[in-house]
Each structure stands twice: as C-alpha cells, then as structure tokens.
C-alpha cells in the first residue's frame, strides 16, 4: 500500500479563491509526523507546514493550514487566497519514527496552478 | 534561500561512471537528508546522517553510498551509473535527529544528474 497519497494529479483555482489538496496516509505507528512542500517550476523544495501526530490543533503558518483528521488518516492541505505565485507542484511527506532511524515518504504531488 | 548549499548544479555523465554529489548544511544543523527526484519513482528518501553518523536508511542502492564529514558537509557518491540514476537529487538539513515543530528540513536547490 502506498504511504502517502495524492489523489488529484492537477487543480486550478481561481485568484483570491481558497483551494484544499488532498492527502491521506497509511501508517500503523502512534508517533508520526506529516509535511507539505511547495515546489515552483524553478526546482527547490520549500518547507510549508508540519503536524505532529500527538498535535491536537491543526497547524497554521500565514495562508497555510493542515486539516489534520487523524481518524481518516487525511492531511489537507488548504491555502486561502490564493495567488499567482501558488502557482507549484505541493507534496505531501510523512516521517516514521524507527529505532534504526526516521523513514520519509512523499506523495505523487499535486500540480497546482492559479488562474488570473 | 534556504541556507542549504549544493554543488555541482549539473552534472552530465555516461553509464558505468562514479560521481560525487556535495551537500554544505544550513550553519548549526546537524542532520543531512539525501532524496532522488525521477519522473517514474517521484520523490524517494536515500539516507540520513546526523553528527557524521548514519542515522537512518531509505530506498538507497548499494551501488550509492554516502558520507557526514566532521565539517558537516555529506557527499553522495553514486557508482557504476546507470541510465535510470539520472534524477534530481537534494540535500536538505534539520538542526536535530528527529523533526518536530519548528525543526524543519530545508533543503538545497538540487543537483541534477544526467546519465547518458
């Protein structure tokens, strides 16, 4: 089974609009962590939320938030506004903790693109 | 800019060759991440080393092996190269061994290796 998955290839959204990707996770550890990444055209991987599995609240950073529902083992993430510059490959990533050490996996990613 | 230095940008080889990826950390973090970026496996977890020690495993081939310096710069080295080795492949750094809130990877701009 697949560790992380992302289920929409491709989405637009319309300027000033709010859009949620979807991910959901397979894990049958009790401590884990999951991440979003942003990945424009030109290439890096830029950090864009984290939650903790033992976290009770969804994480927020500015226009991010992670609908974390433990029990469906989804991760969504959701921007508000969006702007041109949303404009990216998202990936969505997990962190197993091991005793041999953290194991990451990511999605496929979900292409985003923002409509003037 | 994340901080995180990788060197070289490109690097264009033939199969059965030996190549040394470098990775320099953000100043103060202690772990280093290798992950290969293709088009048909996506994104995949190499390795990790944190204070020059290998810390956990991921999908790494025994042909790839690679290193923490007491610097804290890693290099990659891929070996016997192959057609399907050509891919993206980040470095990125955490301060600790395990992420947790505020303990992020941020990774390099990527290296991106073609095997001819």
């Known amino acids: 089974a697949q560790k992380i998955t992302q289920t929409q290839p491709g989405m637009f959204v319309q300027e000033k609009e709010a859009v949620t990707l979807d991910c959901t996770y397979d894990?049958?550890?009790?401590?884990?962590?999951l991440f979003w990444y942003k990945q424009p055209s030109s290439g890096e991987m830029i950090f864009l939320i984290y939650?903790?599995?033992?976290?009770?609240q969804n994480a927020t950073e500015g226009r991010y938030s992670l609908n974390f529902q433990k029990a469906r083992k989804s991760a969504n993430l959701v921007i508000s506004a969006s702007q041109l510059g949303d404009s990216a490959m998202y990936f969505c990533?997990?962190?197993?903790?091991?005793?041999?050490?953290?194991?990451?996996?990511f999605g496929t990613g979900t292409s985003l693109t923002v409509i003037p | 800019d994340s901080g995180v230095t990788q060197t070289p940008k490109h690097l264009i080889t033939a199969t059965g060759q030996r190549v040394t990826l470098r990775c320099s950390p953000r100043?103060?973090?202690?772990?280093v991440y290798w992950y290969q970026q293709s088009l048909d496996q996506g994104l995949q977890f190499l390795i990790q080393?944190?204070?020059?020690?290998?810390?956990a495993k991921g999908n790494i081939l025994e042909r790839f092996s690679a290193q923490q310096f007491p610097d804290l710069h890693s290099e990659l080295n891929l070996s016997s190269l192959e057609l399907g080795d050509s891919a993206l492949y980040f470095c990125?750094?955490?301060?600790?061994?395990?992420?947790?809130?505020?303990?992020?990877?941020?990774f390099g701009p990527g290296t991106r290796l073609t095997v001819l």
């Open positions: 990125a750094s955490s301060p600790r061994d395990r992420n947790r809130r505020g303990d992020t990877q941020y």
């Open positions: 894990t049958s550890d009790q401590s884990y962590g």
């Open positions: 939650q903790g599995s033992y976290d009770e």
């Open positions: 990533a997990m962190r197993e903790g091991r005793v041999t050490g953290n194991q990451f996996y």
């Open positions: 100043s103060g973090d202690l772990s």
């Open positions: 080393y944190y204070n020059g020690e290998e810390r």
